[in-house]
């Protein structure tokens, strides 16, 4: 059973960078069958997607967010990270990490499972 | 603005079916498949159907999926209690080199 878990500081001043760590437990990043993704939820309001990342490196982003955006990997720590930069309080929100799964071209890719999320606050 | 369209709210008494729309384009729904996320209070979102219409194993057969065109719709039949949350919709858009939206969510509230 795959599990998730994210850390990192809850609390981040206005024009830094905020920084994140998802750990992967009981199954392994560098699986040829799965991305390795990062969602956010304002509070009280939707998700966004933030992009995602394959084993060997290659990620995808948000359009909306892709020139502050970095997603790494770390295979021997079984680990991939997040790093938003020059936040403001619009960045406010709880971070998820999640395996995107890839269905192929007929069934899509879907989200399973997420981790339990993180607050992040932006705040001086 | 989400991408994909949700009522904000939806409701229905114990027993009841209750349906979900999600609403999207051609480069979307309209070209991929739907996915949806069911989010209890206070917690993470869990995949509830995937593919427009498959269950993963645990998802009562009381949650179905389905997907026409460029929109797609989740029904609850025998509506009960624990039913009561965030339901989201979420898709591949092929525009832009691909990303993934979602919708905005509807709050089920079971009466």
């Known amino acids: 059973q795959v599990q998730l878990q994210e850390s990192g500081p809850g609390l981040v001043k206005p024009s830094e960078t905020l920084s994140l760590t998802c750990t992967v437990s009981g199954g392994s990043v560098s699986s040829g069958s799965y991305y390795w993704s990062w969602i956010r939820q304002p509070p009280g309001k939707g998700l966004e997607w933030i992009g995602y990342i394959y084993y060997s490196g290659s990620t995808n982003y948000n359009p909306s967010l892709k020139s502050r955006v970095t997603i790494s990997v770390d295979t021997s720590k079984n680990q991939f990270s997040l790093k938003l930069s020059s936040v403001t309080a619009a960045d406010t929100a709880v971070y998820y990490c999640a395996r995107l799964i890839l269905g192929g071209s007929y069934l899509g890719n879907w989200f399973d499972p997420w981790g339990q999320g993180t607050l992040v606050t932006v705040s001086s | ?111």
Do not use: M
Not at chain 2, 9 to 29: D, E, F, L, M
Not at chain 2, 77 to 98: M, R
């Open chain 2, 1 to 111: 603005q989400s991408v994909l369209t949700q009522p904000p709210s939806a409701s229905g008494t114990p027993g009841q079916r209750v349906t979900i729309s999600c609403s999207g384009s051609s480069s979307n729904i309209g070209s991929n498949t739907v996915n949806w996320y069911q989010q209890l209070p206070g917690t993470a979102p869990k995949l509830l159907i995937y593919s427009n219409n498959q269950r993963p194993s645990g998802v009562p057969d009381r949650f179905s999926g389905s997907k026409s065109g460029t929109s797609a719709s989740l029904a609850i039949s025998g509506l009960q209690s624990e039913d009561e949350a965030d339901y989201y919709c979420a898709a591949w858009d092929d525009s832009l080199n691909g990303h993934v939206v979602f919708g905005g969510g509807t709050k089920l509230t079971v009466l």
